[in-house]
């Protein structure tokens, strides 16, 4: 568990792993970033309260780099991974094991389930899990189980982990993308079931989203520059739909009233996309989801359009840092 000022939720998703129903051992190895709240005293509360729970360091705060320390300090076969604001849904472990040995799967996992506590934070959640705010992503809408390209988190033989060094600390995002990439490439198996679900908290401000999706698109960039053919349409519609509206309004400011056409299209869909997103919650909830499909489409979006090079040429040059055999 890879955790950075988590204060809010550490408590309450460390509990979750804890109370699954698992026959077998279990442990729960905490990778603290500097944190900038109480995240080390409630981890460290954690360990005082449960032997089963132990801390490592990551200096560094890069997500990578706290997963590769954390099951570098890990002893059992199979690996799962858990975000600090990650709660995991009742049998969770044990449905991923049964399913990993009926399906000889290197990696499992499933939904996304995005849950907010507020009416922002609901409003993002109902944009995640809709069509047209992630697009046909398995793990954000759901779906049959079946082979897919990459999965929420996952759920790894560890042998698998050590064969491929880990995860790629160059990547500071989209490391699960390119970890899974890499472990297709080799002929392992990424497997998605419907039936393991991981609740989300959402980023709580306009802000954070916008920071996150930009940092998404980016560093999807990057995959695609580090893994040529890795890329598909679907990744390529934000980029595709910031460009459009950018031109579109230029043209319009500069004379051409048609180019407001597509600007203006694209509010409309996202109103309308925005309403059957929004059944069920409060109005103010359903107020917010326009803006936070906007916020990740165009985020994501600018990010792709503005990943620097040199990034790319970073990670080509780096090594990947090794996972050592089981204890």
Same mark, same amino acid.
């Given at each position: 568990?890879?955790?950075?000022?988590?204060? %809010?939720?550490?408590?309450? *998703?460390?509990?979750?792993? +804890?109370?699954?129903?698992?026959?077998?051992?279990?442990?729960?190895?905490?990778?603290?970033?500097?944190?900038?709240?109480?995240?080390?005293?409630?981890?460290?509360?954690?360990?005082?309260?449960?032997?089963?729970?132990?801390?490592?360091?990551? /200096?560094?705060? %890069?997500?990578?780099? !706290?997963?590769? !320390?954390?099951?570098?300090?890990?002893?059992? /076969?199979?690996?799962?991974?858990?975000?600090?604001?990650?709660? +995991?849904?009742?049998?969770?472990?044990?449905?991923?094991?049964?399913?990993?040995?009926?399906?000889?799967?290197?990696?499992?996992?499933?939904?996304?389930?995005?849950?907010?506590?507020?009416?922002?934070?609901? !409003?993002?959640?109902?944009?995640?899990? *809709?069509?047209?705010?992630?697009?046909?992503?398995?793990?954000?809408?759901?779906?049959?189980?079946?082979?897919?390209?990459?999965?929420?988190?996952?759920?790894?033989? %560890?042998?698998?982990?050590?064969?491929?060094?880990?995860?790629?600390?160059?990547?500071?995002?989209?490391?699960?993308?390119?970890?899974?990439?890499?472990?297709?490439?080799?002929?392992?198996?990424?497997?998605? *079931?419907?039936?393991?679900?991981?609740?989300?908290?959402?980023? /709580?401000?306009?802000?954070?989203? =916008?920071?996150?999706?930009?940092?998404?698109? %980016?560093?999807?960039?990057?995959?695609?520059?580090?893994?040529?053919?890795?890329?598909?349409?679907?990744?390529?519609?934000?980029?595709?739909?910031?460009?459009?509206?950018?031109?579109?309004?230029?043209?319009?400011?500069?004379?051409?009233?048609?180019?407001?056409?597509? /600007?203006?299209?694209?509010?409309? =869909?996202?109103?309308?996309?925005?309403?059957? =997103?929004?059944?069920?919650?409060?109005?103010?909830?359903?107020?917010?989801?326009?803006?936070?499909?906007?916020?990740?489409?165009?985020?994501?979006?600018?990010?792709?359009?503005?990943?620097?090079?040199?990034?790319?040429?970073?990670?080509?040059?780096?090594?990947?840092?090794?996972?050592?055999?089981?204890?």
């Amino acid at each position: 568990m890879p955790v950075l000022n988590e204060e %809010r939720h550490l408590r309450d *998703s460390v509990q979750r792993i +804890l109370r699954q129903e698992y026959n077998g051992e279990l442990e729960v190895v905490i990778a603290l970033g500097p944190s900038e709240d109480r995240t080390d005293e409630i981890a460290a509360e954690l360990v005082a309260e449960d032997s089963r729970v132990h801390t490592v360091a990551n /200096p560094s705060g %890069r997500t990578p780099a !706290a997963l590769n !320390a954390a099951i570098t300090a890990s002893r059992h /076969p199979v690996v799962v991974r858990v975000d600090g604001h990650g709660l +995991l849904s009742p049998g969770y472990i044990a449905t991923a094991v049964r399913l990993m040995k009926e399906t000889g799967a290197a990696n499992v996992g499933g939904t996304m389930h995005a849950e907010g506590e507020n009416d922002w934070e609901r !409003a993002v959640a109902a944009a995640m899990t *809709s069509r047209i705010g992630v697009g046909n992503a398995a793990f954000h809408t759901g779906g049959e189980a079946g082979e897919a390209e990459t999965v929420y988190l996952g759920v790894f033989r %560890r042998e698998v982990l050590e064969q491929q060094g880990g995860y790629n600390e160059e990547f500071i995002r989209a490391q699960d993308w390119e970890l899974n990439f890499r472990i297709r490439e080799a002929g392992g198996l990424i497997w998605f *079931s419907p039936e393991l679900r991981v609740v989300y908290r959402p980023r /709580p401000s306009v802000r954070a989203l =916008a920071k996150q999706y930009r940092n998404y698109g %980016r560093w999807r960039h990057v995959v695609a520059r580090y893994h040529p053919g890795s890329i598909n349409l679907r990744y390529l519609a934000p980029p595709v739909a910031v460009c459009a509206i950018t031109l579109g309004t230029a043209a319009g400011l500069a004379g051409l009233p048609l180019g407001f056409v597509v /600007p203006g299209g694209y509010l409309a =869909a996202v109103v309308l996309g925005s309403l059957p =997103a929004g059944k069920g919650l409060p109005l103010k909830s359903r107020a917010w989801i326009p803006v936070a499909l906007a916020t990740m489409h165009m985020s994501w979006g600018w990010g792709f359009l503005t990943s620097p090079r040199k990034l790319a040429r970073k990670v080509i040059a780096s090594r990947r840092a090794p996972v050592p055999a089981t204890r």
